[in-house]
């Protein structure tokens, strides 16, 4: 295996190819920079010449102030029976005036005569052509074999000429493309190996690029390793065309921390999960929680048993030290929970001392009581928080619900398209809640009956608590999930809120969903006023 091995991201080029990715020339910056900053050793900027986003992109990342790594610009061999200095595509890369220039050529035959519609033979002269005009103006060079493992496995004799006329070129880098990802590990691993036996006496390094069609281009990447390759292609949080490229995010952390390779240094791999959150943000795509590492539930811990070894030593159930790549571990509450995951959450809570250990054994018995009912706390830590808080021996809820009723009434105008342009439903909601000694009996309309309930709600609070008016409903999600059948079923509500500060997330079940969303819509003020509005109080 090589001793030691290049991190080269393409989230800027391959990884923008995945489907609902778009990315500004600012955003490209940024998130350049954070690469940056982690300690990757090569950035793909884009694909010179092909946009005029790349372009501007290789023309402002000139006054980037890269501290480690060397920016890339990528294209394409000249065209068929031209010539390299004359080639758009070449012209293009010299024209991003990058240090380095990575540029993909066919490794397989049947490509390079079924797809391009070239000879063989001039396949490889483009690569060499190419290869040559880039080194002889002054750019290091790395040669992508695009479909080498597929070309192998069809002429492995043509696919290895690929690499020498590369090499013999001045590449100082050729990459095995997994460009289909059907390779599996074992495979690659042979494959890289022999391919590693053929390169080592022409002095170039050899290094892997793996998609994860058959969800193994981490494993690959990993067992291309192994055989000899020392540069690792990938994307941070595993973007790219289909199902992706190999995630650089679990091979970072794979090497460092399982291999013992010094990728990047101790203190730039405990950002690692900030840099896939920021990545993912400006990206505009949801985090994964499940990935490896870095997702919010990477260090989760839902079984009792787990939770309960979690906390007498985390390496009970925990392969690595999540601090060490910036993340850290939580113990998930359910009705799988038992003590121990409650008794973590107390601890979190710093309520331990004030309440007894029966407190702690009705609040689990209570717990598994909701959850049969419907309610799931895994999603909704707000909620949760305030079972437990309601257990304290001096805990005051700020209000008391005592009804609340919701009239829909349908203004059904004479013809249907009037009906739709002027909101022929309306809904009002007329709610009863008592605050210390007072009750408030307070109405108000919505643009539908959930709407209506808060705005009711509020309309009651605001009397005592003015300041409730910065929190706002900022997600509704609604879910069967037991009983009955069809419209007689019990649901779920979640309800997530902020106050432009901070977001958290309430439950309520019932069979009725208006019922739902008031135990939700209820928790989530209840929370405020009692966690959240001393918090802000406090830093005001």
């Known amino acids: 295996m090589a001793a030691q091995v290049e991190i080269y991201d393409t989230t800027l080029r391959d990884g923008t190819q995945q489907e609902g990715i778009s990315l500004s020339v600012d ?59 004359e080639d758009g595509a070449i012209v293009a ?33 483009m690569v060499a052509d190419s290869v040559s005009h880039l080194v002889g103006q002054g750019h290091r060079a790395i040669f992508d074999a695009e479909h080498f493992f597929d070309g192998y496995k069809f002429d492995p004799d043509y696919a290895l000429q690929t690499l020498r006329v590369a090499a013999e070129a001045g590449a100082e880098t050729v990459v095995l493309c997994d460009t289909n990802g059907g390779t599996l590990p074992h495979e690659a691993a042979e494959i890289v190996a022999t391919a590693h036996e053929f390169a080592a006496p022409l002095g170039v390094r050899l290094g892997i690029h793996a998609h994860n069609d058959t969800d193994t281009a981490v494993a690959v990447s990993m067992a291309a390793w192994q055989a000899g390759a020392s ?107 038992g003590r121990g995951n409650v008794l973590r959450r107390i601890r979190d809570l710093e309520l331990e001392e004030d309440l007894t250990d029966a407190d702690i054994q009705e609040i689990v018995q209570e717990l598994k009581a909701l959850e049969s009912r419907g309610f799931s706390y895994e999603g909704a830590g707000a909620s949760f928080e305030l079972l437990i808080r309601r257990h304290l021996p001096n805990y005051e809820a700020p209000f008391e619900l005592i009804d609340f009723m919701v009239l829909i009434e349908n203004r059904r105008t004479a013809r249907m398209s009037e009906f739709y342009q002027s909101g022929g439903i309306l809904s009002e909601a007329t709610v009863k809640v008592r605050v210390g000694e007072d009750i408030q009996h307070t109405a108000a309309d919505g643009n539908g009956p959930v709407n209506a309930q808060d705005h009711a709600m509020r309309k009651a ?18 879910r069967v999930v037991a009983g009955g059948s069809g419209t007689g079923a019990v649901v779920r509500v979640v309800i997530e809120s902020s106050d432009g500060h901070d977001t958290w997330s309430t439950v309520g ?29 406090e830093t005001s």
């Open 27 to 85: 955003d490209k910056l940024a998130i350049a920079e954070r690469l940056d900053a982690l300690g990757v050793h090569y950035i793909e900027g884009g694909f010179a010449g092909a946009n005029p986003k790349d372009d501007e992109f290789f023309q402002r990342a000139r006054s980037l102030d890269l501290k480690n790594a060397v920016l890339a610009s990528f294209g394409s061999t000249r065209r068929a029976g031209g010539k390299a200095e």
């Open 93 to 125: 890369l010299l024209r991003a005036e990058t240090p380095l220039v990575t540029i993909v050529g066919k490794a397989s035959a049947w490509h390079v005569t079924e797809i391009i519609g070239t000879s063989v033979e001039e396949n490889l002269h």
């Open 231 to 337: 540069q690792i292609q990938g994307c941070i949080n595993g973007y790219g065309e289909r199902t992706g490229n190999a995630n650089l995010t679990s091979i970072i952390a794979n090497m460092k921390l399982k291999m013992g390779v010094d990728v990047i240094s101790d203190e730039q791999l405990a950002t690692l999960t900030d840099t896939s959150l920021f990545i993912a943000e400006t990206l505009n795509m949801s985090p994964h929680s499940f990935q490896p590492y870095v997702g919010a539930s990477a260090f989760a811990h839902k079984g009792g048993l787990h939770a309960a070894a979690v906390n007498k030593a985390r390496q009970s159930y925990e392969h690595v030290q999540p601090g060490a790549i910036g993340n850290r571990n939580a113990v998930v509450v359910s009705e799988l929970s």
């Open 461 to 478: 609070l605001l009397q005592s608590y003015p300041d409730l008016e910065r929190v706002r409903l900022t997600d509704y999600k609604v």
């Open 509 to 537: 079940s019932s069979e009725n969903i208006l019922e739902a969303s008031w135990l939700a819509l209820a928790d989530s003020m209840e929370y405020w006023l009692v966690c959240r509005r001393p918090h802000l109080s």
